[in-house]
């Protein structure tokens, strides 16, 4: 079934996966606004993920990550943070006003993306949840397998799953 003009479009899966550099690609392909979770957690509370992992906790994370998620609505290309479909209740919402696609990413593919981001110098300050990538899929995978789709983006370009992504929402497979 074609995406709903009205219905959003959001991507999951882990760092690494190429959520956000996708989205921005989708969002150029169906004519869509983009909007991060992750970018909406730092308005809300005026300061960077890792800030707020820092100094309040990821439970306080994820309630922003939560209240974020709750205010999506409308034709959008979301890109949701790692964990924001892990959620229960978030994910029940976000299954029911968007089609959900999840971008599989293996372990040794993340972990070359993740490293080119940046130095070595800089560490993965950014990423807080970086160090448990792997004890970390094992937890959320049976979760993302309930998004309607599921691309697999190893050894493929961003413009590459952008139309994948695309076809399978528009009903092309």
């Given at each position: 079934m074609p995406l709903g003009s009205a219905e959003a479009l959001a991507l999951t899966g882990m760092m690494g996966a190429g959520k956000s550099t996708v989205a921005r690609a989708v969002g150029l392909l169906l004519r869509r606004k983009v909007v991060s979770t992750d970018a909406l957690v730092e308005a809300r509370a005026g300061k960077p993920v890792a800030r707020?992992?820092?100094?309040?906790?990821?439970s306080a994370f994820r309630a922003l990550e939560r209240?974020?998620?709750?205010?999506?609505?409308?034709?959008?290309?979301?890109?949701?943070?790692?964990?924001?479909?892990?959620?229960?209740?978030?994910?029940?919402?976000?299954?029911?006003?968007?089609?959900?696609?999840?971008?599989?990413?293996?372990?040794?593919?993340?972990?070359?993306?993740?490293?080119?981001?940046?130095p070595a110098?800089?560490?993965?300050?950014?990423?807080?949840?970086?160090?448990?990538?792997?004890?970390?899929?094992?937890r959320r995978l049976p979760m993302y397998l309930r998004a309607h789709h599921r691309v697999e983006v190893d050894a493929l370009a961003p413009g590459a799953v952008a139309r994948r992504v695309v076809g399978l929402v528009e009903g092309a497979t």
């Open positions: 707020i992992f820092a100094e309040e906790g990821e209240e974020a998620v709750d205010a999506l609505a409308g034709p959008l290309v979301v890109d949701l943070g790692g964990g924001a479909f892990c959620d229960p209740e978030g994910a029940l919402r976000l299954l029911a006003v968007a089609r959900v696609v999840f971008l599989d990413v293996s372990a040794a593919e993340a972990a070359r993306r993740l490293g080119a981001e940046r110098s800089e560490g993965m300050e950014s990423r807080p949840l970086a160090p448990r990538w792997e004890a970390l899929l094992v």
